[in-house]
């Protein structure tokens, strides 16, 4: 439990809090959010599950760049972690076109400056991963920006860094996903300085709420594609005809125990190690 801690921000379905001048204490919930709503109901061990996969993200891609992270909490939802001065950049890499990115390749051909080959179609594979950062919204949507609109928030030099290192964190986990039958189409990085100017990696990595995540049996390009985690959930959301505004609606036992158990078997999938092992251990991530 956060002892003596501050709250310091709340996210949508988690909490920060600041443990002393050098350390935060990430907590994740079980909430679960679907168009941009956070449900009444709860999904049991959700935040156990991303933040397991975050820690092993974490551990294996550190030679890639270095992580906020100091420790995993025996409740195996709450991480300790470095305090960061944070880029005010959200560092989107993207391997296949889905949500904003298949928008504005509709609408102009591009995403972010990326001028990419025509006739693609929705959930297409990118011929290369692309760097698509974007703006932190505060409130609302994050907005996709072109590299000098990037630049002017980061410095060019940082930016080409941020490029570099988000295009290899993708390029690692992806492969690492595609051979356990996970497609990452996209996902968010999120990094923060230390002390010493060097550049972290913060916030959660490569998880199901920071990434799309397709089940690769099922891929199939020209049209969208069904979520490894929250598809259950959404299909029951519109099979209600709710209007996806606030407050949504209660899910059904089925709905959280089918949807329990999609988030237990990309953790399983992807780590190779026992949800219940991770439970009895949660440092067993990181090894
Ligand atoms: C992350 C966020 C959340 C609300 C700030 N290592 C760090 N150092 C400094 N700042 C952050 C981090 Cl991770 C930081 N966020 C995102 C997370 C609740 C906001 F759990 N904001």
Not at 20 to 27: I, N
Not at 99 to 112: E, I, L, P
Not at 266 to 285: H, M, R
Request: proline content about 6%; some cysteine.
């Amino acid at each position: 439990m956060p002892e003596a801690a501050l709250h310091v921000g709340s996210g949508k379905v988690r909490e920060l809090y600041a443990l002393d001048d050098e350390r935060l204490l990430l907590v994740a919930s079980d909430r679960i959010s679907t168009f941009d709503v956070v449900l009444p109901t709860g999904v049991p061990d959700k935040g156990r599950v991303l933040t397991g996969l975050s820690g092993f993200w974490f551990a294996r891609t550190r030679d890639v760049c270095a992580n906020h992270l100091l420790a995993l909490r025996s409740d195996a939802r709450s991480t300790e972690c470095r305090r960061l001065e944070m880029l005010p950049i959200e560092c989107v890499v993207r391997g296949y076109l889905a949500g904003s990115g298949w928008k504005d390749y509709n609408a102009t051909g591009a995403v972010c400056g990326h001028v990419l080959p025509e006739g693609l179609i929705d959930s297409a594979q990118l011929p290369e991963p692309i760097f698509t950062p974007a703006t932190k919204a505060t409130t609302g949507h994050d907005r996709n920006i072109d590299r000098a609109q990037a630049a002017e928030l980061v410095g060019t030099d940082r930016l080409e860094q941020v490029e570099r290192i988000s295009i290899a964190l993708y390029r690692f986990a992806s492969e690492h996903a595609r051979e356990r039958g996970i497609l990452i189409a996209d996902t968010k990085f999120e990094f923060g300085l230390d002390e010493d100017g060097r550049l972290v990696l913060a916030d959660e990595a490569l998880t199901p709420d920071s990434s799309r995540f397709w089940p690769a049996d099922h891929y199939r390009p020209g049209g969208s594609q069904p979520s490894f985690d929250k598809q259950f959930v959404r299909d029951y959301c519109e099979s209600l005809g709710w209007d996806k505004t606030d407050p949504g609606p209660d899910l059904p036992d089925n709905v959280v125990a089918g949807t329990r158990a999609r988030y237990v078997e990309a953790f399983e999938q992807l780590t190779e190690i026992g949800f219940a092992d991770y439970l009895a251990d949660p440092e067993v991530v990181l090894r």
